[in-house]
């Protein structure tokens, strides 16, 4: 017993000692190499949940399919997201409207579309969203409502479809009694079935409806429905249940939504899915009996995907049927109309609906689009276009300069907007580019105005930007063929060789080098063609559903080897990876090969890398979530697809969409998943989870790099685009440097300029996604946080002479710091009655290179740092010397102006306070003040009041400033009326130090002792 | 028998490593910069130093918290602004743009100094103060572990409090105050932790912190002092 316990300890102890001896990279190391959000927000993305405030309308709770949690505290103005450490994909949000600072957050969309995600639990805060904490129900995967009881917080009611894929024990209805410490399955009907809704008796929180639903998904087919679907009631809090189908239709009925009037808890509807009169069904006695009702399309649209059905708060005639459109009825239910729609297009497809008790013709409502606002019962909605959600599913750029920026998004077509732009990147500078589920978007590499895109079911369209012109491209069957086998998400692909051509698949690989004019055929069928998983016409389940979503056996992702035009992969959506290496004239299937590495055999083929380093390199991502496997799986070869090395790591989460190697350095990767985004910098031997302001949990679904600045650009599924500017440090990235105390290092030249994307418009609406940065950065590893002692960089040129000095900042890892290539500033005259800001603006450096001594405490780190000339602007020579010539002189007389002005003010500021301390002068002391006011009011501006700021005053000091500002905002020749400037200013100040100088001999030696004092600090 | 004495409290330590309550981490902090005995004799903190405006560039600052009293200035190009509150009373006065009368603190404006003006922190004997901590578990700060911290004030203000885990120095604070119509967040890094000569160890630097996170302008201190009186002419209302 003794040895069993001490064997025990000493492996508790051996396992933390090992943890603490090895120094690996990790994500802490990566310090402040962060990713910019650069949207698109101009349209959002799919939103599943709104809970609001009822005492405190203005606060709202929204969720997203894949952007997590976003609050708003002033009725929509502004968005934050405040779940980014978690799961993205939310199900249900429920707010405690007695303690509203607290707010639970059900995670795992229940809309079960083909790409739906999944979660990880139901997480509580009770500081607003601050923090959050998960309280179980981790195997649940879905969740789609929670109910709070109205008079104890503590006691919660969850329901969980549970498991798409698969049988689960883990879905029906929960509950806890205890604030989340501990659940009960309250009600369970089989593996197959969940709890899609519930509801609770307004005025006796002890009756409770719920709505149980059977249904599964696979690769090629959507089932909603079957015996175990039903709605049921309870009277004793979810103890016992009864099935209340007294005038439902008959036979196996699918997803069940459920509501009860607030005003009146007999009053219920229900919308019911089913094989035969399926539809809308009111109940006026709590559900004992039910009577269907006729209602248009829209009321009945499409259940497994629309299930909100709202009625008014006060008014129980006042139902909402937010689907397809946007409905109501004034009747409760008994005829319906549409929204008026005055002000324009809302998006369609609706999951969520809140409405203001306060103010009933409030609302806001979730949308695959983004949330909108109403203030006239639903008739007009106001789109809030801030939230940067939108749920890419691939993206490209070009080769312009800056690059653009090429994506497709889930429900919201396709997008195009430059990766940097005045002010920001705003809404207004995203182009739309095609319409549908978007996808992929490929620019033409030789020409910059056209492009491809699609929509879903691989419908492809060249796309002339300049004339808005769209020519239908897809491939079509040959006669007699059967229609071709597109995937939902074809892929179409340009080659990294040939500028001309472009690729796309159904389940032959097709080319074309005349814009998809002509397609030639180049392989046979490349999938499976597994007859049983071509019936998609019978998908659907009690009611047919099948848009493409659930199409199969068709080729996924296409990729060509940038060493060599003719090694072509492709990967299918039923596990096939095939290589040709004669531009397809045969091919070989490797995935025999591949699920020898340990990889579900059947697993989709999400992404193929040819590495840029070695032609018999391969990289491949999988997934096989559709078969209930959320696995990572990632795998390399070496030998052109004979044998696979499956590459893995602790810190995965999530199912494997894209990978991608550097085209610098051969050991940097990244893989993004459906649960965050992950580098290694040694080729796959150890993994970190990139943390830089992305969240945890981010789904990111495709990656490209720029190689003119390095920069990936990373596409999520549910926040749109992060772009992770110039990785270039990570290929410097050591043992050595991990190691030691503090390194510099290297960085690439930096152009001079300043700025060309600055503007001085305020953003006028919508989400503004950041420019990159353009100053130089100085960048240092520092192996543990600077506690003690200050950071500081010094700049020295190449006569050795410091330039500036910046503080650096303290923390572990990688520290970027920005310089602005500006000198120290000038000193600008002091005595005014207004403030000078010339004086926090340094000239700008000369080109060349600099040397960087960063003193870190008592440790010191030396580098150098090169700045060139802008390429942009291209200023000759003389121009920029001219520049600094004039830059120099206006710099010069700030100071010189601000010496004579300390000299005035030494003697003007005691006399002055004597006169306000009414103390008596002498003649001679009020001539020498009277004077000096004078001389004073020339140099600098003296206005004094609240509204001095309106008031222009012409001085020597502001013509300084106007002219400093003036070239050192500028790199270019200053113009001749600047240069013209010098002098007059110049003669000013000769006249002014004279005019001082005389008047100091007159009577400063006369009057200094009748008022011998300190000078004042400040005036 | 020592042997196994010492394996078995090395391993309690371990497990106890993810057990510390937020008394434990607030005893620990106090602690480690100066012991709470010294801290109990904290009445005023006084501070010396400069705000960086860019390269080359530092404007002075002063700045005085005594609970009731609080005071703060800032010069630039020969101009000061200035802020102070006595009491329930304050005001501040910013000359830049040639205005020489001094506003009146609001009531919020109020509120946020008083939050921030207690030289000893709101964590010293909180709960005398009327205030609550809970413990939140460890954290990431920019790429160091830390304990955090939550203190919800008498008023309902939430005051989160990030300590580094090896040195329980406190390295950040994140204040979200609740004004009369909004909240008011602020955010302050802390660094250069030294000790002065009263024998407390203090930050002499901070950073505000933007809402993504960025930080923002620093202020360096050249000298922190403590139970200095301040001249009371400095609270008096300027241009009257």
């Known amino acids: ?1019 | 028998m020592r042997k196994t004495a010492i394996i078995i409290g090395l391993l309690f330590k371990l497990m106890n490593a993810s057990s510390q309550n937020a008394d434990e981490i607030i005893s620990k902090y106090y602690e480690a910069t100066g012991g709470k005995a010294l801290w109990s004799k904290v009445q005023s903190l006084k501070y010396e130093g400069h705000y960086v405006m860019g390269p080359g560039a530092f404007a002075p600052v002063n700045q005085y918290i005594a609970n009731e009293i609080s005071y703060s200035d800032f010069s630039w190009n020969g101009m000061t602004s200035k802020s102070a509150r006595n009491g329930d009373k304050g005001w501040s006065f910013t000359p830049w743009s040639g205005k020489r009368i001094a506003d009146p603190m609001t009531k919020d404006n109020i509120h946020g100094s008083k939050l921030m003006s207690d030289p000893q922190g709101l964590l010293f004997n909180y709960a005398q103060k009327g205030h609550f901590v809970e413990y939140l578990g460890t954290d990431d700060f920019d790429g160091t572990e830390v304990h955090k911290i939550k203190l919800t004030t008498k008023e309902g203000d939430f005051v989160y409090y990030y300590f580094d885990i090896e040195t329980f120095y406190l390295l950040k604070i994140y204040a979200k105050i609740k004004l009369s119509d909004k909240e008011q967040k602020v955010n302050t890094n802390y660094s250069d932790f030294k000790k002065n000569e009263f024998g407390i160890i203090l930050p002499y630097a901070n950073n505000w912190v933007n809402e993504q996170g960025d930080e923002g302008g620093l202020t360096q201190f050249k000298k922190i002092e403590v139970n200095v009186k301040i001249d009371d002419k400095l609270l008096e209302t300027p241009g009257k």
């Open chain 1, 1 to 1019: 017993m003794k040895s069993i316990f001490s064997t025990y300890i000493f492996s508790i102890l051996l396992i933390s000692n090992q943890s603490f001896a090895q120094a690996k990279l990790t994500s802490a190391a990566l310090g402040k190499m962060e990713v910019r959000a650069i949207g698109p927000a101009v349209m959002g993305g799919r939103t599943t949940a709104i809970d609001g405030v009822n005492a405190d309308p203005k606060t709202l709770y929204i969720g997203t399919a894949g952007g997590g949690v976003w609050k708003t505290t002033n009725g929509g103005a502004q968005f934050t997201s405040v779940f980014d450490k978690h799961c993205q994909s939310i199900g249900a949000i429920a707010i405690d409207q007695k303690t509203p600072s607290t707010v639970w957050v059900g995670t795992g969309e229940s809309n079960m579309r083909n790409t739906v995600s999944i979660g990880n639990g139901i997480y509580k805060t009770t500081d607003d969203g601050e923090n959050w904490i998960r309280m179980g129900l981790e195997q649940t995967e879905h969740i789609s409502k929670i109910i709070i009881h109205p008079s104890n917080s503590d006691i919660i009611y969850v329901a969980a479809p549970g498991n798409l894929y698969n049988n689960s024990s883990e879905r029906g209805l929960f509950k806890t009694m205890d604030g989340g410490k501990t659940w009960k399955k309250l009600f369970f009907i089989n593996d197959s079935t969940g709890c899609a809704d519930i509801a609770m008796d307004p005025k006796n929180p002890e009756i409770l409806y719920c709505s149980m639903w059977e249904f599964r998904r696979k690769p090629f087919s959507f089932s909603s429905g079957g015996k175990g679907s039903g709605l049921f009631k309870s009277y004793d809090g979810g103890n016992t249940w009864k099935k209340i189908h007294q005038g439902f239709p008959l036979g196996d009925l699918g997803r069940i939504v459920i509501t009860v009037a607030p005003s009146d808890g007999k009053k219920l509807c229900a919308i019911v899915e089913a094989k035969e009169k399926a539809g809308l069904y009111i109940s006026e006695d709590a559900g004992e009996s039910w009577k269907s009702l006729s209602a248009d399309d829209n009321v009945t649209a499409r259940p497994f995907y629309f299930s909100t059905l709202v009625i008014d708060p006060l008014d129980a005639k006042k139902v909402y049927r937010p689907s397809f459109e946007f409905s109501m009825s004034n009747d409760g239910g008994y005829s319906w109309s549409r929204a008026e729609g005055r002000n324009g297009w809302v998006h369609s497809d609706m999951h969520a609906l809140w409405i203001n008790p306060l103010n009933t013709s409030h609302m806001y409502l979730a949308t695959d689009g983004g949330v909108y606002m109403s203030v006239d019962k639903g008739n007009n909605w106001l789109f809030l276009n801030s939230m940067p959600i939108s749920q890419l599913y691939h993206v490209a750029i070009d080769e312009q300069v800056p690059y653009r920026v090429y994506c497709g998004l889930q429900d919201n077509g396709s997008w195009t907007a430059a990766s940097q732009s005045s002010s920001g990147i705003e809404n207004s500078d995203w182009k739309n580019v095609g319409g549908g589920d978007g996808f992929w978007v490929q620019p033409d590499r030789e020409d910059p105005n056209y492009l491809y895109s699609e929509y879903q079911g691989g419908h492809i369209s060249k796309v002339n930007t300049k004339t808005n012109q769209y020519q239908d491209v897809q491939p079509q069957p040959l006669p007699g063929e059967k229609k071709l086998r597109f995937n939902w998400n074809t892929p179409i692909y340009t080659s990294p060789n040939n500028p001309k051509r472009i690729y796309t698949g159904a389940q032959f690989l097709f080319r074309s080098d005349n814009k998809g004019i002509t397609w030639e055929r180049i392989s046979g069928d490349l999938t499976t063609n597994d007859a049983s998983k071509q019936k998609q016409e019978e998908s659907g389940g009690v009611t047919t559903d099948n848009t493409s979503a659930e199409n199969h056996c068709t080729i996924f992702t296409i990729a060509e080897s940038p060493l060599d035009v003719n090694l072509i992969g492709v990967g299918t959506d039923d596990g096939n990876l095939q290589i040709s290496s004669d531009g397809g004239k045969t091919w070989k299937n490797v995935s025999k090969n591949i699920a020898a590495s340990g990889i579900a055999s059947q697993a989709w083929v999400s992404s193929i890398q040819f590495s840029h380093h070695d032609k018999n390199m391969i990289y491949a991502s999988f997934e096989n979530h559709m078969y209930g496997d959320m696995k990572t799986y990632l795998a390399v070869s070496k030998d052109l697809g004979n044998t696979w090395k499956r590459l893995n790591s602790e810190v995965f989460k999530g199912y494997a969409h894209k990978i991608l190697e550097d085209y610098a350095n051969p050991n940097v990767l990244f893989l993004g998943t459906e649960m965050g985004l992950y580098l290694t910098i040694d080729g796959g031997a150890n993994w970190l989870p990139w943390k830089g302001k992305v969240p945890e949990y981010a789904l990111v679904r495709d990656m490209v790099q720029d190689k003119k600045t390095n920069d990936i650009i990373v596409a999520t599924h549910g926040r749109g685009i992060f772009i992770l500017s110039d990785i270039s440090p990570l290929r410097n990235l050591t043992n050595e440097i991990i190691q030691s105390d503090i390194s510099i290092i290297p960085s690439k030249p930096t152009p001079i300029s300043t700025g060309h994307y600055g503007g001085s418009w305020p953003n006028l609406g919508g989400f503004t996604g950041e420019n990159a940065n353009e100053q130089a950065t100085i960048l240092y590893y520092m192996k543990n946080r600077q506690n003690s002692g200050s950071v500081k960089i010094e700049i020295y040129d190449g006569s050795g002479k410091m330039v500036a000095e910046i503080p650096g900042t303290k923390r572990k890892g990688l520290n970027i710091v920005s310089w602005d290539m500006r000198s120290n500033p000038p000193k600008t005259a002091a005595g005014g009655a207004k403030a000078d800001w010339a004086s926090t603006v340094g000239p700008l450096v000369e080109a060349g290179t600099y040397s960087i001594k960063i003193k870190a405490g008592e440790k010191i780190a030396e580098g150098k740092m090169t700045l060139i000339q802008d390429p942009i602007n291209a200023f000759s020579a003389e121009e920029v010397s001219k520049n600094r010539e004039v830059t120099k002189t206006a710099f010069n007389m700030e100071e010189e102006l601000a010496a004579l002005m300390d000299k005035i003010m030494a003697d003007y500021a005691p006399l002055k306070k004597a006169k306000d301390a009414k103390k008596t002068l002498s003649k001679d002391a009020q001539a020498y003040f009277t004077k000096l006011d004078a001389l004073r009011g020339k140099l600098v501006p003296v206005k004094e009041g609240n509204n001095a700021i309106f008031v222009d005053e012409e001085n020597t000091r502001e013509k300084i400033t106007d002219l400093y500002f003036g070239v050192s905002f500028y790199q270019g020749r200053p113009t001749d009326s600047q240069i013209q400037k010098i002098d007059y200013i110049r003669k000013e100040l000769d006249d002014a130090a004279k005019e001082y100088t005389t008047l100091e001999k007159q009577y400063a030696a006369k009057v200094r002792n009748e008022v011998k004092d300190k000078p004042v600090q400040g005036y």
